[in-house]
């Protein structure tokens, strides 16, 4: 089956300072990056939707300037968290879509973001 | 975003009986439902999807069953397990690479 691996699963960081996280799909071609945050019992919230080579789109409310995201390969998209702050700290997650008609969309295993 | 109503927040049921979650939509061009299971600290994994042009998909344990008229599905669990407690997600996306849009999530709670 498809799989998304997500890097790290855990980082820690001072604020202040930038971190970033990869999302690699292993065996299929992701043309659609989507990059979700998940605070402690809530829903996933849609961030930004990404398509190789091109730029990011973002939803309402989200900075583009403190959240950068990369897609320069159908196998490689990242995040990056610029000069984070605590309330940055959150749970992150990726999901992939493919080509070739295949419908589906891929999860990564998310990353857990605390920024102290 | 259009929204996706799930209930209930939460679910408490005894081992072996059935667990029913419920989801509505509003945004009719919405074309696959599917159902996500997400334990504490992991990304949701995809349980069992659906396509409006059926009523019902059945896959072991698992049941979704959709009713396009009324904008609702809906999943079951069968012989629900302590391993099953977890939290659900419905979601819901139109054709195309187009995001999935989740609902509010339900934690269920399998107790013995």
């Known amino acids: 089956g498809a799989v998304v691996s997500q890097h790290p699963s855990r980082v820690i960081c001072k604020s202040g300072t930038s971190v970033k996280i990869e999302c690699r799909s292993l065996?299929?071609?992701?043309?659609?990056m989507f990059w979700y945050r998940q605070f402690p019992k809530q829903s996933l919230m849609l961030m930004a939707t990404?398509?190789?080579?091109?730029?990011?789109?973002?939803e309402q409310g989200v900075e583009k300037d403190k959240f950068l995201i990369n897609h320069a390969s159908l196998t490689l998209s990242t995040l990056t968290v610029t000069s984070a702050h605590p309330e940055d700290s959150s749970f992150y997650i990726c999901?992939?879509?493919?080509?070739?008609?295949?419908?589906?969309?891929?999860f990564g295993s998310g990353t857990r973001l605390t920024v102290v | 975003q259009q929204q996706v109503k799930q209930s209930p927040q939460s679910l408490i049921v005894q081992k072996g009986g059935i667990s029913i979650i419920n989801c509505a939509y509003e945004?009719?061009?919405?074309?696959?439902f599917p159902w996500y299971q997400q334990f504490p600290g992991k990304g949701p994994a995809l349980l069992i999807a659906?396509?409006?042009?059926?009523s019902e998909k059945k896959e072991g344990r698992f049941t979704i069953s959709f009713n396009k008229s009324a904008k609702q599905f809906s999943l079951h669990i069968m012989d629900s397990q302590p391993g099953d407690s977890a939290t659900y997600f419905c979601?819901?996306?139109?054709?195309?690479?187009?995001?999935?849009?989740f609902g509010k999530g339900t934690r269920l709670s399998v107790i013995a």
């Open positions: 659906i396509r409006p042009d059926v």
């Open positions: 999901s992939a879509t493919g080509t070739g008609g295949r419908r589906g969309y891929t």
């Open positions: 065996d299929f071609q992701a043309t659609t």
């Open positions: 979601a819901a996306s139109a054709s195309g690479n187009t995001p999935l849009v």
């Open positions: 945004n009719t061009a919405f074309d696959y």
């Open positions: 990404s398509n190789e080579g091109s730029k990011a789109t973002y």
